[in-house]
T-cell receptor, first 113, second 113 residues
């Protein structure tokens, strides 16, 4: 089992460029999450999904879009990157509810210049 | 909505000394409570969780935490710290309505010889 994987690990974007971060899990989990981690801010939830074909907004959704076309994948898109989106992005998954143990990926470090 | 506070940004302890990391939460009912650990450059890993029942919960790596309703606290403890425990520790709280977890801002633990 690979668990939760994230692609890419690092990325540098220029302001206004777009990109997609891919998260994949092989644990048959229903719930998937995207967080961003900034110094002194802890983890903040961007978007989440409670099952294939569903998405919902978290605490900081502005500037991001997500899709869950397949149960095992959760994509995070930035349509027009801004320097404020420089962060480390973590994907996580849990089996069947928000309050079950979440399994985290290794993170993607994104820099927007 | 629930919230969580970790009052200590950074703590330094000597190897072999005991450790207590503080976590205070705000929620109207009995919450779900979690402690996660993040080693440098990695994703988060669940240490332990409290849902109900015995208020003293045991986790991995020799950690334990105690839920104290009267103090709205869920402090993490370890009797003897090892150098490998140096990491960032996050407390998280979940509500009973299957709402997303809210993470604290984290406490960074340094271990000195």
């Amino acid at each position: 089992n690979a668990g939760v994987t994230q692609t890419p690990k690092f990325r540098v974007l220029k302001t206004g460029q777009s990109m997609t971060l891919l998260c994949a899990q092989d644990m048959n989990h229903e719930y998937m999450y995207w967080y961003r981690q900034d110094p002194g801010m802890g983890l903040r939830l961007i978007h989440y999904s409670v099952g294939e074909g569903t998405t919902a907004k978290g605490e900081v959704p502005d500037g991001y879009n997500v899709s869950r076309l397949k149960k095992q994948n959760f994509l995070l898109g930035l349509e027009s990157a801004a320097p404020s989106q420089t962060s480390v992005y973590f994907c996580a998954s849990s089996y069947s509810s928000q309050t079950e143990s979440q399994y985290f990926g290794p993170g993607t470090r994104l820099t927007v210049t | 909505a629930q919230s969580v506070t970790q009052p200590d940004i950074h703590i330094t302890v000597s190897e072999g000394a005991s450790l207590e990391l503080r976590c205070n939460y705000s929620y109207g009912a009995t919450p779900y409570l979690f402690w996660y650990v993040q080693s440098p450059g990695q994703g988060l890993q669940l240490l332990l969780k409290y849902f109900s029942g015995d208020t003293l919960v045991q986790g991995i790596k020799g950690f334990e935490a105690e839920f104290k309703r009267s103090q709205s606290s869920f402090n993490l403890r370890k009797p003897s710290v090892h150098w490998s425990d140096a990491a960032e520790y996050f407390c998280a709280v979940g509500g009973r309505g299957n709402t997303p977890l809210v993470f604290g801002k984290g406490t960074r633990l340094s271990v000195i010889a």
